[in-house]
C-alpha cells in the first residue's frame, strides 16, 4: 500500500500561513500540519485545529525563529541577549562543538512548547523540528525522549531519500542553485543523525519510511509533486511542504519563504495533483494513523 502524509510546516507562523494551510487541507491534499508554539498566529492555528480534525497536528519543535516559551532566565544557553533564539543550524552546530549549548536547556524549552500546545487541547501527532533542528548531534535523543513522556507515537527523520529527490525536483521551473545547494544540506542532515530511525524504532516510536521536501522548500513544482505521485514506492512517505497566503504579517517576518508560500497552496489544491493521488491508488493518512499502526 502507498500511504502519504503532506505535511505542512509552520502552522501558526503567521494568519496567511494559517489560512493557506487550512484551504491546503480543506481543498487539497495536506493531511497533516506542525505547530509553532511561539509562532505569532498561534491562537488562530489552535482555532484552525480545532475547527478541522481530519488535520493531524504536530509540534514544530523550534530553537531558531523568535522567542522561547520558557522564561529567558532558565535557557541562557539557546537565546541571544535580546532574548531570542540564537540562530540557525550552522550556528547550532558550533555551539554544540563548542559544548555551548547546554541540552537540558533544549529539553526544558522543547518541553514547555509541547506542553503550550497540549495545555491548547491538541494531543500532537508527532513532533518535528523547525528547519529539522530536531536532527542535530543530541537533540534527537532529546525529541524520542519527549515522544515518550509525552505518549506521542511518531516523530520525523529527515532523511530525505534521493530517488524522491530526483522525482520532486522534476520540470525546469524552480532555482535549480536552490535546489542543489538544499540538496547537500540534506545529505548532511542525514549523516548528522544516520542511526534517527533506528534510536525512535527502538523507543517504539513510528516514523514514515520515507521523507522528501528539503532540496525542494520554496521551489516546489506542479511537475515535481505529478512526477513524485506516480513514481511513490510502497509504504509510508512524507512530503513536507509550506503553503501559505501572503499578509503584512508574513511579508515583514524573517523568512524566505514568501511567493513560494501561496505558489504550493495552489500546486497542493490542483485538480490534477488530487486526481493523481486518487488513480494512483494513494492513501492520504497522517502521523496518527502511522502510530496507530506501529
Same mark, same amino acid.
Given at each position: 500500500?502507498?500511504?502519504?502524509?503532506?505535511?505542512?510546516?509552520?502552522?501558526?507562523?503567521?494568519?496567511?500561513?494559517?489560512?493557506?494551510?487550512?484551504?491546503?487541507?480543506?481543498?487539497?491534499?495536506?493531511?497533516?500540519?506542525?505547530? $509553532?508554539?511561539?509562532?505569532?498566529?498561534?491562537?488562530?492555528?489552535?482555532?484552525?485545529?480545532?475547527?478541522?480534525?481530519?488535520?493531524?497536528?504536530?509540534?514544530?519543535?523550534? $530553537?531558531?525563529?523568535?522567542?522561547?516559551?520558557?522564561?529567558?532566565?532558565?535557557?541562557?544557553?539557546?537565546?541571544?541577549?535580546?532574548?531570542?533564539?540564537?540562530?540557525?543550524?550552522?550556528?547550532? *552546530?558550533?555551539?554544540?562543538?563548542?559544548?555551548?549549548?547546554?541540552?537540558?536547556?533544549?529539553?526544558?524549552?522543547?518541553?514547555?512548547?509541547?506542553?503550550?500546545?497540549?495545555?491548547?487541547?491538541?494531543?500532537?501527532?508527532? $513532533?518535528?523540528?523547525?528547519?529539522?533542528?530536531?536532527? *542535530?548531534?543530541?537533540?534527537?535523543?532529546?525529541?524520542?525522549? &519527549?515522544?515518550?513522556?509525552?505518549?506521542?507515537?511518531?516523530?520525523?527523520?529527515?532523511? /530525505?531519500?534521493?530517488?524522491?529527490?530526483?522525482?520532486?525536483?522534476?520540470?525546469?521551473?524552480?532555482?535549480?542553485?536552490?535546489?542543489?545547494?538544499?540538496?547537500?544540506?540534506?545529505?548532511?542532515?542525514? $549523516? *548528522?543523525?544516520?542511526?534517527?530511525?533506528?534510536?525512535?524504532?527502538?523507543?517504539?516510536?513510528?516514523?514514515?519510511?520515507?521523507? @522528501?521536501?528539503?532540496?525542494?522548500?520554496?521551489?516546489?513544482?506542479?511537475?515535481?509533486?505529478?512526477? *513524485? &505521485?506516480?513514481?511513490?514506492?510502497?509504504?509510508?512517505?512524507?512530503?513536507? @511542504?509550506?503553503?501559505?497566503?501572503?499578509?503584512?504579517?508574513? /511579508?515583514?517576518?524573517?523568512?524566505?519563504?514568501?511567493?513560494?508560500?501561496?505558489?504550493?497552496?495552489?500546486?497542493?489544491?490542483?485538480? /490534477?495533483?488530487?486526481?493523481?493521488?486518487?488513480?494512483?491508488?494513494?492513501?492520504?493518512?497522517?502521523?496518527?494513523?502511522?502510530?496507530?499502526?506501529?
Amino acid at each position: 500500500m502507498k500511504n502519504l502524509i503532506v505535511n505542512a510546516d509552520d502552522l501558526g507562523w503567521a494568519e496567511g500561513v494559517n489560512r493557506g494551510i487550512a484551504e491546503a487541507h480543506r481543498n487539497g491534499i495536506v493531511t497533516s500540519a506542525s505547530l $509553532l508554539a511561539n509562532g505569532a498566529a498561534f491562537a488562530s492555528a489552535v482555532e484552525l485545529a480545532r475547527a478541522t480534525p481530519a488535520l493531524g497536528v504536530g509540534v514544530h519543535l523550534n $530553537l531558531s525563529d523568535g522567542k522561547p516559551v520558557s522564561p529567558i532566565e532558565k535557557v541562557p544557553s539557546i537565546v541571544t541577549d535580546q532574548g531570542v533564539f540564537a540562530g540557525g543550524a550552522e550556528a547550532l *552546530l558550533l555551539r554544540i562543538a563548542r559544548r555551548n549549548l547546554r541540552l537540558q536547556e533544549v529539553e526544558r524549552e522543547w518541553e514547555n512548547q509541547i506542553q503550550k500546545i497540549s495545555d491548547a487541547g491538541i494531543h500532537p501527532t508527532h $513532533l518535528d523540528g523547525h528547519k529539522h533542528m530536531h536532527m *542535530l548531534p543530541g537533540l534527537f535523543e532529546i525529541t524520542v525522549r &519527549l515522544a515518550k513522556r509525552h505518549g506521542i507515537g511518531a516523530v520525523r527523520v529527515s532523511h /530525505e531519500a534521493s530517488t524522491l529527490r530526483s522525482a520532486l525536483s522534476s520540470g525546469e521551473s524552480h532555482n535549480a542553485a536552490t535546489v542543489m545547494k538544499q540538496g547537500v544540506q540534506a545529505r548532511v542532515l542525514k $549523516l *548528522l543523525a544516520r542511526d534517527a530511525r533506528a534510536l525512535a524504532e527502538r523507543a517504539g516510536i513510528a516514523t514514515a519510511d520515507y521523507f @522528501c521536501g528539503i532540496a525542494q522548500t520554496g521551489e516546489l513544482t506542479i511537475e515535481g509533486m505529478k512526477h *513524485l &505521485l506516480l513514481n511513490l514506492p510502497e509504504g509510508t512517505t512524507e512530503v513536507m @511542504c509550506h503553503p501559505g497566503y501572503m499578509d503584512e504579517e508574513l /511579508e515583514k517576518s524573517a523568512t524566505r519563504l514568501q511567493d513560494s508560500r501561496p505558489a504550493e497552496v495552489e500546486i497542493l489544491t490542483h485538480a /490534477e495533483v488530487r486526481n493523481l493521488v486518487a488513480s494512483q491508488g494513494i492513501r492520504l493518512i497522517d502521523y496518527a494513523f502511522l502510530a496507530q499502526k506501529a
